[in-house]
């Protein structure tokens, strides 16, 4: 089996600032990949309507740390689905924040994935066992450094909004 390849179009400020390519480690933690990858493909549906990140934002920028990003429930970092219901569980630990574009659940805690996640500006070996770690980028580094450089104002949110304009898999 072959890892599942998932792409985010960034738009900044309302412009379009180039593709995000990622790799999803389903072959290490294949429940959280799911629910990402139905989230970016659109397939997870309520009542017949595609739930995901299609236009979510990025609402909280942290230069030097991460970026998250995922909450299409509220678009503020307050809100919670998943495939599985409200929440799922740590699948593992297994993988590291070892370096710029790891691909990692954002929680409120222990077994409290839902639809959050972030993307790492760098190593960050301190939330190794706190969040799962479940792709990385394989593409669009340039793209993600744009979004690193976007100013911030309080709690780390972008001055400019930064949406994930379109997304699915290859």
């Known amino acids: 089996m072959?890892?599942?390849i998932v792409f985010f179009d960034i738009k900044i400020g309302g412009e379009d600032v180039g593709r995000i390519k990622m790799e999803l480690f389903a072959d290490k933690v294949p429940k959280?990949?799911?629910?990402?990858?139905?989230?970016?493909?659109g397939e997870h549906r309520i009542k017949g309507i595609p739930q995901g990140y299609k236009n979510a934002p990025f609402h909280r920028i942290i230069p030097g740390f991460m970026?998250?990003?995922?909450?299409f429930v509220k678009g503020n970092?307050?809100?919670?689905?998943s495939i599985y219901g409200d929440s799922f569980k740590d699948e593992n630990f297994e993988l590291?924040?070892?370096?710029?574009?790891?691909?990692?659940?954002?929680?409120?805690?222990?077994?409290?994935?839902?639809?959050?996640?972030?993307?790492?500006?760098a190593e960050a070996p301190w939330l190794d066992g706190k969040h799962v770690?479940?792709?990385?980028?394989?593409?669009?580094?340039?793209?993600?450094?744009?979004i690193e450089s976007v100013s911030t104002g309080p709690n780390n949110k972008p001055k400019l909004p930064v949406i994930i304009s379109e997304c699915?898999?290859?």
Request: aromatic fraction near 10%; charge should be positive.
């Open 2 to 4: 072959t890892n599942p």
């Open 32 to 41: 959280t990949c799911e629910n990402f990858r139905q989230f970016c493909t």
């Open 67 to 71: 970026a998250q990003g995922g909450d």
């Open 77 to 81: 970092g307050t809100g919670k689905m």
């Open 96 to 121: 590291k924040h070892t370096g710029p574009g790891i691909l990692s659940m954002a929680n409120s805690g222990k077994d409290s994935n839902g639809c959050q996640f972030f993307l790492t500006f």
């Open 133 to 146: 770690v479940f792709g990385k980028l394989i593409d669009g580094l340039l793209t993600l450094r744009k």
């Open 168 to 170: 699915g898999e290859m």
